[in-house]
């Protein structure tokens, strides 16, 4: 048994090349790739962002390359202002400088966390797992059902938890919502009282 044996991080880089990484417990992508994908889901998923457009992940020169011509042609189609432009450029100038001293993936694979819940359990200057935890894969159409089947359940769950999320922030608009409203009517009342009572004691409501 060896690392062939590991699920690999599926995240293909600009160049064609795959994530060395593992890939996390029940799911496609490394903690690196797992976590930059869900960053960009969000902000995918802001409707207020206007304008908005996708570029790379600039983690290697290729991706910085490819981002370059983005803005070139974002440019030239008029769909890019040249001050928001210069900004992008600046960035990166400062991106392709600071390659050199980055390297996202680890020197041992076995360093990289593969599952979260489960780092409480590794030893200071320890692995994160052992080759030892995988089973030889079996492969054909059952394995491949079932494999399929532990990932929609993964993503079902992962959904599930997101809407849940969604649902108490709803609500908790809502309640703030209802707050200022019975704080209104609250005021409205207390206004509406003491011109009652200033007219019952014969003087001018305020504001009449």
Known sequence: MGLDDVP?????????????????????HCFFHERIRR???K???DTAAQGRFDLPLLEDANSVQV?????????????????TAGLILYALQTASVNLKNLNFEADDATDVVIDRDDVHRTCINGPQWFEEDFE?????PEAD???ASDEEEAEEAEEEKEEGIEEEIEAAKQ????KIQLNEVRKNVQTLARNWLLEVAGEKPAGG
């Open 145 to 147: 059902a079932e494999a």
């Open 43 to 45: 902000i995918a998923a």
């Open 8 to 28: 690999r991080c599926q995240h293909v880089k600009m160049n064609g090349t795959q994530c060395g990484s593992p890939a996390l417990r029940r799911r496609r």
């Open 175 to 178: 309640r703030e919502m209802d």
């Open 67 to 83: 981002t370059l011509m983005k803005v070139i042609q974002l440019l030239g189609a008029g769909r890019l202002d040249h001050k």
């Open 39 to 41: 960053e960009r889901a």
């Open 136 to 140: 030889e894969r079996t492969f054909g």
